[in-house]
């Protein structure tokens, strides 16, 4: 009985070792993302607020919390991040309606809040790095990470434009990325824009879990507090103790 249950599990990992090598059809690149530079984060947020915001929201996040959790004062957050006369408390809301960017696109563009929660840092980070120009889509662009998705390139004036360098088909078979090639150069060279991408993955990590800042902060404080009572209870033994032969 036991061996049966040990096969069977055994066959389940390997059956999922196969749905994970289908998914990841394309080899992800590390994003190394650090919560603690704040400054790559808050290069992030002015990313994201520039480049992205125009269609995505982020539901969960208002600007007053960007302004804590960053270190920003409310006029900074609000005169490089906030393009739509939101206030202060407001949730961080494109101007976008969805039914204009379904038609625009053919998929309103969804929701980031909790985008890397779901696929991930290394996948974000990819994604935003694997645009490359597709005349057979309606929108114009294609992704190695994403195929077919309905989003145009935002950071394509950074990048610079990508164009695919197709392997050789087997008959029958539509022909493969083999690899990205830029082809025209961008604002930034290939090492600078590894890093625009991983800041707004950076940004979008810490979207996904506003609490990390917090709850450091308050871990320091449970910490200074426990050794705090760890010294009054010596001390208090040592009161008890002292008479005590
Ligand atoms: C012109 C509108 C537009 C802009 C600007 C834009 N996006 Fe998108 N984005 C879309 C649309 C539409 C989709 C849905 C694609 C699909 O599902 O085919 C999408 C999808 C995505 C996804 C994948 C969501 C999923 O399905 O898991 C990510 C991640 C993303 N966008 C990040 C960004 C980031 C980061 C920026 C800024 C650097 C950005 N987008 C700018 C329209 C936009």
Same mark, same amino acid.
């Given at each position: ?6 096969a069977?599990?055994?066959?389940? /990992? ?5 749905v994970?090598?289908?998914? @990841?059809a ?8 650090n919560?603690h530079?704040?400054?790559? /984060? ?29 270190g920003?004062?409310?006029?900074q957050?609000?005169?490089?991040f906030?393009?739509?006369g ?11 309606p969805?039914?204009?960017?379904? =038609?625009w ?5 969804p929701?980031l809040s ?8 290394n ?7 694997s ?14 990470v ?8 935002p950071?394509?004036?950074?990048? @610079?434009?990508?164009?695919?360098v197709?392997a ?9 990325v ?6 025209q150069p ?7 824009f ?9 940004f ?7 609490n ?6 308050? @871990? ?5 507090y426990? /050794?705090?009572?760890?010294?009054l209870?010596v ?6 103790? =002292?008479d005590i032969?």
């Amino acid at each position: 009985m036991n061996k049966r249950i040990f096969a069977g599990a055994a066959l389940l /990992v390997l059956l999922s070792g196969q749905v994970l090598a289908q998914e @990841g059809a394309a080899t992800l690149y590390e994003a190394h993302v650090n919560l603690h530079d704040i400054a790559s /984060v808050q290069r992030g947020a002015r990313v994201f607020f520039n480049y992205c915001a125009g269609c995505h929201s982020l539901e969960y996040m208002r600007y007053e919390r960007i302004s804590q959790d960053l270190g920003l004062s409310e006029k900074q957050v609000l005169d490089n991040f906030d393009f739509n006369g939101a206030k202060f408390g407001d949730h961080a809301i494109s101007s976008m309606p969805a039914a204009d960017a379904t =038609k625009w696109f053919g998929k309103a563009p969804p929701d980031l809040s909790l985008e890397v929660r779901t696929k991930g840092e290394n996948w974000v980070y990819s994604y935003l790095k694997s645009f490359y120009l597709d005349p057979s889509r309606p929108v114009g662009w294609n992704n190695t990470v994403f195929p077919n998705a309905s989003m145009p390139d935002p950071l394509w004036s950074l990048q @610079g434009v990508q164009t695919a360098v197709y392997a050789a088909a087997k008959p029958g078979e539509d022909a493969k990325v083999e690899k990205l090639e830029i082809n025209q150069p961008g604002l930034e060279t290939p090492e600078q824009f590894d890093r625009t991408a991983r800041d707004v993955t950076a940004f979008l990590t810490y979207v996904a879990e506003p609490n990390t800042y917090e709850r450091e902060r308050l @871990g320091l404080w449970v910490l200074m507090y426990l /050794v705090a009572f760890s010294l009054l209870a010596v001390f208090l033994k040592r009161e008890y103790w =002292k008479d005590i032969h």
